[in-house]
């Protein structure tokens, strides 16, 4: 299981020619990291609630590590959407998080919380890329659309980002 490795190992994996990990994971792996910043940065703020929060996003997309090399080893094209997607929304979850955690934070992890958002901003966006990619060879249009409708919330990402990245740079002056 690619969860299970060490930072160096899960890297020469993803360096080798090798199908899997590749995007996907990534997407996912930036996903728990950013969690994870949120986490870090909740506890230093006294948030146990926003701590718990980020780590069960962070334990749910370090999962989708290892189902995103799955679903594209199985070649089943709709779980291989499903699971980027899922990314997606976790990411989602974890950037709005931290755009919360900022309002109340201590203010000596603000950068961290501005790293974390932009973590989670790169997740969604990659993971969306194989989603995208993915429903180019899916011909059941019920499907496509449904997927297209769940993604709609995560195309606000960038701005969101955008948001807390400007809070931050204010609050540095």
């Not at 980020?54 to 997309?61: D, E, G, N, P, V």
């Not at 931290?98 to 919380?113: F, H, Q, R, S, Y």
């Not at 899916?138 to 990402?157: G, P, T």
């Amino acid at each position: 299981m690619l969860q299970e490795l060490t930072i160096e190992e899960f890297l020469e994996e993803l360096a080798a020619r090798k199908p899997t990990p590749g995007g996907g994971s990534v997407a996912a792996l930036s996903g728990a990291l950013s969690a994870a910043l949120v986490s870090m940065a909740a506890e230093f703020s006294g948030n146990k609630d926003f701590s718990e929060q980020a780590r069960t996003l962070m334990k749910t997309l370090t999962h989708l590590v290892d189902r995103d090399a799955k679903a594209f080893a199985a070649r089943d094209l709709r779980e291989a959407t499903q699971v980027p997607l899922q990314t997606a929304k976790h990411s989602y979850a974890v950037l709005k998080l931290a755009g919360a955690l900022l309002e109340t934070c201590n203010p000596k992890v603000i950068t961290d919380i501005g790293v974390a958002a932009k973590m989670a901003e790169s997740a969604v966006k990659g993971a969306m890329l194989n989603v995208e990619v993915n429903l180019v060879s899916i011909r059941d249009e019920n499907f496509r659309q449904e997927v297209l409708k769940e993604a709609e919330e995560f195309s606000r990402a960038d701005s969101l980002a955008r948001k807390i990245a400007s809070k931050i740079e204010a609050r540095l002056r």
